[in-house]
């Protein structure tokens, strides 16, 4: 499905359901952005996953425990205990 929604800055370009079931959508920033390849994952599981135009990356398990990865790699790591 393709889409032209403005959202929070973003525009949403298409979005879809992959053969494991998680849902999935491609974000553009605009020409400015470091990064066009935005993206965010919504699983089954629970957990979801961004892909920032700065080249960040944010991953939660969805059981409490979150990864911040930033552009140049570093790790930030939280986790609220819940297994």
Do not use: L
Not at 23 to 38: I, K
């Amino acid at each position: 499905m393709s889409s032209s929604s403005q959202n929070n800055g973003y525009t949403i370009k298409s979005t879809g359901t992959n053969s494991q079931g998680n849902h999935w959508c491609s974000r553009e920033f605009g020409p400015s952005a470091p990064s066009q390849n935005n993206y965010h994952y919504s699983n089954k599981d629970g957990s979801f996953h961004y892909k920032n135009p700065d080249g960040s990356t944010y991953h939660n398990d969805g059981k409490g425990n979150s990864t911040y990865t930033t552009p140049s790699g570093y790790q930030v790591h939280k986790s609220d205990g819940q297994q």
